[in-house]
């Protein structure tokens, strides 16, 4: 059996395809007026006391938490770093 390892462009793909959900969604719950999680309210504030567009907005506010994110020493990436040290075989936490 291959593993995705062997397949790289598949979650790539299905990462793509999620975001590119993720950012539809919201967008058409503005655009619908229907209402608007938390971070799309704090985007539209942003967006409206600035005058920037709301898609300049999230460009900024993203780009702000990955900057944030140096801090913490760690790179972002497809998938959280437990998932390869389970694999590896080490022991993640206390366990029964």
């Known amino acids: 059996m291959r593993s995705l390892h062997d397949r790289p462009v598949e979650p790539a793909a299905r990462m793509l395809l999620g975001l590119a959900l993720f950012g539809i969604c919201p967008a058409m719950l503005v655009k619908a007026d229907l209402g608007a999680d938390p971070w799309t309210v704090l985007t539209q504030g942003i967006a409206r006391v600035t005058g ?4 300049q907005v999230v460009i900024g506010i993203s780009l702000v938490l990955l900057f944030l994110w140096i801090p913490l ?14 694999r590896d075989g080490e022991r993640l936490g206390g366990g029964l």
């Open 52 to 55: 920037l567009s709301l898609g």
């Open 73 to 86: 020493r760690q790179r972002p990436g497809l998938r959280p770093r437990g998932h390869e040290r389970a």
